[in-house]
């Protein structure tokens, strides 16, 4: 179904109960027994097929019958993150690669002592 945003709620109505009324009848099913399937009364389904307005729980009883209850993730998109959950992923992420450092050696005093072993220094 196509919408733009100059159509007004009618037409979208219109087209809505249209797509659904195709849908029941390429399933195979009745009026009366997607009406009976969905909870609602069959009156209520030829108005929503009708392009008339309905509740939304007896809209989400026939798209659920009709396996069409996925197509509501759509009418709201996932929001994105939160400008506090942006910034605490940034101090997360990393700025430069680790610098390569030369292996410890074991027992070694400092830098200019590499190879020698350590003491305290007072029984040398």
């Known amino acids: 179904m196509k919408t733009a945003e100059y159509l007004g709620e009618e037409v979208i109505l219109s087209e809505l109960g249209r797509a659904l009324a195709e849908r029941r009848i390429g399933k195979r099913l009745t009026q009366a027994e997607l009406a009976k399937q969905a909870g609602i009364g069959k009156r209520t389904l030829e108005r ?21 209850q996925d197509a509501l993730s759509q009418l709201i998109p996932p929001s994105g993150p939160t400008p506090m959950g942006l910034l605490k992923l940034k101090k997360k992420e990393r700025k430069r690669a680790p610098s390569q450092r030369p292996p410890k050696a074991s027992q070694s005093g400092g830098p200019g002592n590499r190879g020698k072993k350590w003491t305290w220094g007072d029984g040398a």
């Open 48 to 68: 929503i097929e009708g392009g008339n307005s309905c509740q939304t729980s007896a809209l989400i009883r026939v798209l659920r019958v009709l396996d069409l």
